[in-house]
């Protein structure tokens, strides 16, 4: 009787935790931008779905907001000089027909994006820490670059 209360006890707590994890807030940053080649570099997890918008929207989990006051209105840069203006930690810059997105930091954590179907995709990641990236749903042309990872 007591492990059957204790195995009820241990689903509740799993099944709040569980609960917890996939109910946290995305963030998220969309981009019109129906055509062109879109060059991704350095992102650790990424899922890439092509859909038959006219808009690139990139989400991710929301980290914690907590900050002090002195640090509003800062926002990070890294080594190259890139600057986050998406408030996910991406750089992104475009240039005619060219979308480049960057990351900030070594470990950015997954992202999802929705890519207009028709539009090339160019992936590049050196970094060890890189840990999957699935494309589904494209018809544009796709260019991988992974020392380390799978697609």
């Known amino acids: ?69 002195r640090a509003k209105g800062l926002s990070a840069i890294n080594s190259r000089g890139l600057k986050d203006n998406t408030g996910l930690g991406l750089a992104i810059k475009t240039e005619g027909e060219m979308v480049k997105i960057t990351t900030i930091k070594k470990n950015s954590g997954k992202f999802w994006m929705k890519v207009p179907q028709n539009m090339a995709v160019s992936f590049k990641h050196s970094s060890h820490s890189m840990d999957k990236l699935y494309i589904h749903n494209m018809k544009g042309e796709i260019e991988t670059s992974l020392q380390y990872g799978s697609v």
């Open 1 to 69: 009787m007591q492990t059957t209360i204790l195995k009820v006890q241990l689903l509740a707590v799993a099944l709040f935790f569980t609960t917890f994890a996939f109910t946290q807030e995305m963030q998220e940053f969309k981009l019109s931008k129906s055509s062109g080649k879109i060059h991704i570099e350095g992102i650790n997890g990424l899922e890439i779905e092509g859909y038959s918008g006219n808009e690139i929207i990139i989400s991710t989990k929301a980290k914690s907001k907590e900050s002090s006051e």
